[in-house]
C-alpha cells in the first residue's frame, strides 16, 4: 500500500508491513529533483564518498499530518533544515525566501540568493505544492 498523496502530487514512498514508510525512497525522489542542490542556497557539495550533503526536508512535517509526497518536500543543507523545522526560514507564495527578522545569522544571509527566490525543480510535477508552504507560514514559521 502506498502512503496518502500530497496535493496534486503521488506518494513516494511505501508502507510497510508494520505501517511504517520508506524515508529512503521520499529523500531519494527529494534530492533528485533537486539535483542534490540546496533549494536556499543554491550549493551542491558532494562529500568524499561521492554521497550528497543536502537532505530532504518535509514542508509540512510528518507529524503534522504532512505526506512523503516529492510535493511536500524540500532539498536543503543541514543547516536550512534545521531553521526550516524551527521556523526561522520559510518561504512564501511567490518562492521568496522568508527569514524570521534579525534570528538569521549574516552569515547564513550571505549564502542566501540575491534574488532571494527559493531554486525549485524545472519540471512542474517535482515542485512544491504551495499548500504545504502556507501550512509551514501559518503553523511554523515564526516571521
Known amino acids: 500500500m502506498t502512503s496518502r498523496a ?9 508502507r510497510r508491513a508494520d505501517g511504517a514508510t520508506s524515508k529512503g525512497a521520499f529523500g531519494r525522489a527529494v534530492k533528485d529533483a533537486y ?21 530532504a526536508a518535509h514542508i509540512r512535517a510528518v507529524a503534522a499530518d504532512g505526506p512523503d509526497s516529492v ?15 524551527r521556523g526561522l526560514v520559510s518561504v512564501g507564495d511567490d518562492v521568496r525566501i522568508l527569514l524570521a527578522g534579525n534570528a538569521i545569522p549574516d552569515a547564513i544571509r550571505g549564502m542566501l540568493p540575491p534574488d532571494g527566490r527559493l531554486h525549485v525543480p524545472e519540471a512542474e510535477a517535482p515542485r512544491p505544492h504551495p499548500a ?3 501550512y509551514h507560514r501559518r503553523h511554523v514559521f515564526h516571521g
Not at 6 to 11: E, L, Q, Y
Not at 73 to 85: C, E, P, R
Open 6 to 14: 500530497a496535493a496534486g502530487g503521488k506518494p513516494v514512498s511505501r
Open 35 to 55: 539535483g542534490d542542490t540546496c533549494a536556499m542556497t543554491g550549493l551542491r557539495i558532494i562529500n568524499g564518498g561521492g554521497r550528497s550533503e543536502v537532505q
Open 71 to 85: 510535493r511536500n518536500g524540500i532539498a536543503l543543507s543541514s543547516t536550512l533544515h534545521w531553521m526550516f523545522d
Open 132 to 134: 504545504f508552504f502556507e
